[in-house]
């Protein structure tokens, strides 16, 4: 560990996303507690389920809360002296009377080059639309959403066939790794920051409708949203009259055959190859109603 001061922190975090961070906050800080969502049900059984993010800080025995008021638990916390609150996909707007409790403010894990992509879905509407790079911020959070001055930011490319479940978990690691240059920069006892710089977009929850594919879109979108929501929760697809969740795609080679959009016009090796608005899209993977993933080739047969 490098030289500084001893930094006394409150992580919070929900997701799988940011157990990499909370393991680095763990290590690298006097971490004296964890804020997370509370057990929902989840599964067939709808049974409470514990977040990751608490499973990982009960495996180690830190504290956890999951309380219902922010502004009840941060009366309750103010004068236990925190030097930085370190937050990663914790799903909840911290009221400004949080934000103000620790001493150098509060670090956000998140994963985009921001100003872009704020909000929600930063990973998959990246993917949507196509971006040939994305990234991780560490930002000094405010009370808006993601519009915290800067303290570093990290880039990396996006791989062609990367998708959503890849790139999510590539970037928490990635983030993880940034938050720890960042919390150096914190026990030096001085952290530079600055104000994000470019054109802010916001990004919004995934609602059900935004999952389904229309064939006569060209095949680079149609491609583009099956690697943003696979492996979960999966496009949504019509395929001559089953409907499927797709996987994994790509831009198809066959000539445009005079059929409607949606149509099979044939196989290419482990692939179905689907009519779009531009071509065709050869669809590599796929999940037919009540079965397992299988092949495209597979379903067409």
Not at 118 to 144: F, S, Y
Not at 260 to 280: E, K, L, S
Request: proline content about 8%.
């Amino acid at each position: 560990m490098s030289n500084g001061i001893s930094l006394k922190t409150l992580f919070l975090g929900t997701s799988e996303f940011a157990v990499p961070s909370f393991r680095v906050t763990a290590s690298r800080t006097q971490l004296c507690g964890v804020l997370t969502q509370p057990d929902r049900p989840a599964g067939r059984g709808h049974k409470l389920r514990a977040t990751p993010v608490k499973t990982a800080a009960v495996e180690l025995g830190i504290p956890v809360f999951e309380p219902r008021s922010l502004r009840e638990f941060a009366a309750q916390h103010a004068d236990e002296g925190y030097d930085l609150f370190v937050l990663a996909s914790y799903g909840r707007i911290l009221p400004q009377l949080l934000l103000d409790i620790p001493k150098f403010g509060s670090f956000n894990v998140h994963p985009s080059l921001l100003p872009k992509y704020r909000g929600a879905t930063p990973i998959q509407t990246a993917l949507l639309n196509g971006e040939p790079e994305t990234g991780v911020t560490i930002m000094l959070m405010d009370a808006g959403m993601d519009t915290g001055d800067v303290v570093l930011q990290e880039r990396t490319p996006i791989d062609d066939d990367e998708r959503y479940g890849e790139l999510h978990d590539r970037l928490a690691a990635f983030g993880a790794q940034a938050l720890s240059h960042a919390l150096d920069l914190a026990r030096s006892g001085h952290i530079p920051h600055y104000p994000q710089n470019g054109t802010p977009t916001l990004t919004k929850p995934l609602r059900k409708e935004d999952l389904l594919i229309d064939w006569s879109w060209p095949a680079q979108r149609i491609v583009n949203a099956v690697r943003a929501f696979a492996p979960s929760p999966g496009a949504r697809a019509n395929v001559q009259g089953v409907q499927v969740k797709i996987l994994r795609a790509r831009a198809g080679t066959a000539s445009i055959a005079p059929v409607a959009a949606g149509t099979i016009v044939g196989t290419n090796g482990d692939a179905v190859t689907v009519r779009c608005g531009d071509g065709t899209v050869d669809v590599l993977e796929l999940v037919p109603p009540n079965r397992a993933a299988q092949s495209g080739s597979a379903f067409a047969r």
